[in-house]
């Protein structure tokens, strides 16, 4: 099971060109306390926009990989972070076609992007009630 404290330092190993801004996170919330993976996780997806602006996707079959993994093997945690703090963290700062990432998308991880975009729509009361309703079927 992958815990909230190997979130980040998995990204920074998948994706070498976060691994700078990840130290300087680091040191920012050195304290315990402090550490919010969230913020990081904002700033990682605000990095991977950038990249796929620059046309620097090169990393992008590994990372996503990673992203499904963390919504496969996650602790609830992290496969909440990896929803709300990543993947709606791209959405709500793309500024371009969400095509260009969606085609990187494992199956997991698609369904939370679909379940976060419902929300949005308005379609769905919380992320999830799509999932949670064929659950419970």
């Not at 919504?71 to 963290?89: D, F, K, P």
């Amino acid at each position: 099971m992958i815990l909230k404290e190997q979130m980040l330092p998995m990204i920074a190993e998948t994706c070498p060109t976060f691994a700078d801004k990840w130290e300087e996170h680091k040191k920012d919330y050195a304290d315990e306390k402090n550490y919010l993976p969230y913020v990081a996780l904002g700033e990682f997806a605000r990095h991977l926009i950038e990249l796929e602006k620059q046309n620097q996707t090169s990393e992008f079959e590994s990372i996503f990989k990673l992203v499904e993994k963390f919504h496969t093997e996650g602790e609830h945690y992290v496969r909440e972070a990896a929803t709300i703090g990543l993947l709606e963290s791209l959405q709500n700062n793309l500024g371009i076609d969400e095509k260009r990432f969606v085609k990187y998308l494992k199956p997991e991880t698609l369904k939370w992007w679909n379940e976060l975009n419902k929300f949005w729509n308005g379609e769905n009361k919380f992320v999830g009630e799509t999932i949670n309703q064929k659950c419970a079927k």
